[in-house]
């Protein structure tokens, strides 16, 4: 039986990521976008989750999504 393989985030993984596709930034009026924490720090395991911080004018939008 195959076991799936996993991947570990990299900063320079999730940063590349992004910049291929900007039209988020204007989809979600995302005017800053910060990572930390361990995938930041290139530290990150199995079981890391991804650390977004966000500067958008649109958080109500999400807030309805979410709720």
């Given at each position: 039986m195959n076991t799936p393989q996993t991947t570990?985030?990299?900063?320079?993984?999730?940063l590349h990521t992004l910049r291929q596709h900007p039209?988020?930034?204007?989809?979600?009026?995302i005017k800053t976008l910060a990572l930390f924490g361990s995938t930041a720090r290139n530290q990150a395991t199995e079981?890391?989750?991804?650390?977004l911080l966000s500067n958008s004018t649109i958080h109500?939008?999400?807030?309805?999504?979410w709720d």
């Open positions: 570990i985030l990299t900063a320079e993984t999730v039209e988020l930034f204007t989809e979600y009026d079981t890391s989750d991804l650390d109500q939008h999400l807030e309805a999504i």
